[in-house]
């Protein structure tokens, strides 16, 4: 069999697959990262013609695409930095209010000043997601199952960015417009957010099992 060290005292979660399936935390945070990137893959393919209903050129629309990709690397940073300090329930309620507010406002800009905030404002949003999906699962539920819980979870964010465009592009050709979806986002994105504040992590392990080095 396998040689495992007890650690005393030690607090480790170590879910399996199945244990973390059967948590709200897996479902809320898998949920927010596939919400995100089926946006993101609608916002990603339409831009240039969401921004175009609002009366911007090719030239604004690569401004954006800029000052949206420098922005997301400072909501990186800033979410590594603030995840030590801060519960990811609260930073996930956080981001995803902001990236509802920021997807709400697209349809409604009207000048270059009101582009560049909410481009800022989708970049350090989406910045912040990317954190905290990536960083939430080991964690939650520690590494015995890590990479089954995590490749798990971006099944669900695969088809969300395949079915993004998709979604777009229905609402585009129902409605003349792009905006029915962006607005159809905002409630999505929120209430999304405020159940991750409320959802909890997993009660970690006392005196878990480790497997011990150099054990057969």
């Known amino acids: 069999g396998e040689a495992v060290a007890q650690v005393p005292g030690s607090r480790v979660p170590a879910a399996s697959l199945a244990e973390a ?9 898998a949920g927010a990262g596939a919400l995100f990137n089926l946006a993101s893959a609608g916002l990603g393919l339409f831009n240039e013609a969401i921004l175009a209903e609002s009366g911007f050129d ?31 329930q609260s930073l996930a309620f956080l981001a995803m209010a902001i990236y509802a507010v920021a997807v709400g406002a697209i349809p409604a800009i009207r000048g270059a000043v009101q582009l560049g905030v909410v481009a ?11 954190v905290l999906y990536f960083a939430v699962w080991s964690e939650a539920f520690g590494g015995r199952e890590l990479g ?30 792009y905006a029915p979806m962006l607005y159809g986002l905002v ?30």
């Open 21 to 29: 399936l059967r948590t709200p935390l897996f479902w809320v945070f």
């Open 58 to 88: 090719q030239t604004a629309y690569h401004r954006f695409l800029v000052v949206s990709t420098l922005a997301a690397l400072a909501g990186q940073l800033a979410c590594g930095w603030l995840t030590r300090r801060y519960r990811f």
């Open 120 to 130: 800022v404002l989708l970049g350090i949003a989406g910045g912040m997601i990317i």
């Open 148 to 177: 089954r819980i995590q490749g798990a979870a971006q099944m669900l964010t695969v088809v969300s960015s395949a079915v993004g465009p998709l979604c777009f592009a229905e609402v585009h050709a129902l409605t003349g417009s």
């Open 187 to 216: 409630p999505a994105a929120a209430f999304t957010g405020v159940v991750a504040w409320f959802v909890r992590f997993p009660a970690p392990r006392t005196g878990a099992a480790i497997p011990a080095p150099g054990g057969p």
